[in-house]
């Protein structure tokens, strides 16, 4: 089966909306290796409307001006790319595609179709889709040491739990983290008293 991972710039409060307006001065080649290196093993882009209209709308451009980030626009433009929407979507951008049916169903059966893994970036209403169906293998937050304090966060309020276990940690020298999770069983009920006799002694 294909595995799904996400990849999100997210600020310490939570916030992971328009991180071009904030995430730039903390980026350089630790971030650029993580990020590259998240992709390496997908041949399948899944995104959200808003997050796929700002990629459309820069890469490519940037793969026809043929600067330095051109081969990584190229990578972007040949992957396939299917795109979450209740509204049919035109695409002028290769190898775009509008994800058709139930969600859940959709994606399970992308999920079980033979190729490489399926990747994420941005696109935090969709993650939040495939954390509540129970769909995502692996969440990969850049947790940047600043809080933005206005934008949309990546967990919203009012859902039930969602336990994660981490399963790699890398602190860059910006002061970004990069942090690996995957699914985990929801843990026992502690409380107060399980927990007193290891506090402090005094």
Do not use: C
């Not at 799904?4 to 992971?16: K, R, T």
């Not at 990629?55 to 433009?77: N, T």
């Not at 790319?81 to 139930?102: A, C, H, M, Y």
Request: net charge negative.
């Amino acid at each position: 089966m294909r595995r799904i991972s996400a990849s999100l710039f997210i600020a310490l409060d939570g916030v992971v909306e328009a991180p071009d307006q904030w995430h730039f001065p903390y980026f350089n080649e630790e971030m650029g290796a993580a990020v590259s290196s998240s992709l390496s093993s997908a041949d399948t882009m899944l995104f959200g409307r808003v997050t796929y209209d700002s990629f459309a709308g820069a890469w490519p451009e940037r793969e026809a001006a043929g600067g330095e980030d051109a081969g990584f626009a190229k990578v972007l433009g040949d992957i396939r790319k299917i795109v979450v929407s209740r509204s049919p979507l035109e695409f002028t951008w290769r190898n775009s595609e509008q994800l058709q049916g139930d969600f859940v169903e959709a994606v399970t059966a992308l999920k079980n179709e033979p190729g490489g893994d399926i990747g994420l970036s941005g696109s935090p209403s969709v993650v939040r889709q495939l954390l509540a169906a129970g769909l995502l293998d692996e969440l990969i937050l850049f947790v940047h040491p600043i809080a933005v304090r206005k934008g949309i966060k990546l967990f919203d309020e009012g859902s039930p739990a969602i336990p994660l276990e981490l399963l790699s940690s890398q602190a860059f020298s910006t002061g970004v983290l990069h942090l690996v999770y995957g699914p985990a069983e929801a843990g026992a009920k502690v409380g107060y008293d399980e927990v007193k006799s290891r506090l402090p002694q005094t």
